[in-house]
């Protein structure tokens, strides 16, 4: 696929962008491959959660401005579907996992904030580098910031254009862990098997209803939420049977069978 390598781990899937040259900056070919590999790891009951990563030490550099000057044009619509970056409009039933390493900048700081958990490099940085060319953020991260670290320091974010480092973005809520530089991956996976082993229906079901419920009012949040659990209330019950049985209790492992 133009621009991206996917691969397995387990049930774990691995999207990784493959643009070195470019500090991985998604051109359109790029962003079509992205959104058709997250299609298909949404239709893939094997795979549980997903990482979304970069190769060679960045995770994103933001849409190729270079393609763009070169007459790249991308459709845009202002629905969901295919984003200009590629999946950032995309509501999943699964968990994505950002593992960062480097710059996710610009387009590539909305694709972090497009997945769930953010797990960064000590030297990671995050900014909306494209305010110094005039460029807009179109793929939903004037929409997710705010939601993920509050609107005064989105509204700093998004204003000045600043770098912002992996021990602020952490204070921030921005990134949940923070690791040695290249070791981003790795606990990114490490992330990724532990939500593997947790029964899936109630996972998943609670994670829609927590994305679900910014677009509707109080009570149709809570029918949607009840909707949610009720679809998973049978995996519910197998698990109160094995605490009732002494698994998982006293913060024993509660995956055990």
């Not at 991985?24 to 949404?42: G, I, K, M, R, S």
């Not at 990482?51 to 550099?61: K, M, R, S, W």
């Not at 009720?230 to 024993?252: C, D, P, T």
Request: hydrophobic share 50%; proline share 3%.
């Amino acid at each position: 696929m133009s621009g991206i390598v996917v691969r397995n781990e387990g049930a774990v899937r691995v999207v990784t962008i493959d643009r070195a040259d470019r500090r991985n900056a998604v051109d359109h070919p790029t962003a079509v491959a992205l959104y058709e590999a997250f299609l298909a790891f949404d239709g893939d009951e094997t795979a549980h959660v997903a990482i979304l990563t970069g190769a060679d030490g960045h995770f994103c550099g933001g849409a190729d401005l270079q393609a763009m000057a070169g007459g790249e044009r991308r459709p845009l619509t202002r629905d969901g579907g295919l984003g200009p970056m590629g999946p950032t409009r995309m509501v999943l039933g699964k968990p994505v996992i950002a593992a960062v390493e480097g710059y996710a900048v610009a387009g590539g700081l909305e694709l972090a904030a497009w997945c769930d958990l953010r797990v960064a490099g000590q030297s990671a940085i995050f900014g909306v580098f494209c305010r110094r060319f005039g460029v807009p953020l179109i793929d939903m991260g004037t929409i997710r910031l705010p939601r993920l670290i509050g609107g005064g320091r989105a509204a700093e974010m998004i204003l000045t254009g600043r770098a912002v480092g992996a021990a602020e973005a952490l204070a921030w809520g921005l990134v949940t862990q923070v690791v040695a530089d290249g070791a981003a991956l790795a606990a990114a996976m490490v992330l990724a098997h532990s939500l593997c082993a947790f029964p899936q229906a109630a996972l998943r079901g609670d994670r829609l209803s927590m994305h679900q419920q910014w677009a509707l009012a109080h009570d149709a949040a809570i029918a949607n939420e009840m909707e949610h659990g009720l679809a998973a209330i049978s995996q519910g019950l197998e698990g109160a049977a094995r605490f009732s049985a002494g698994v998982g209790r006293h913060g024993g492992d509660a995956t055990a069978r």
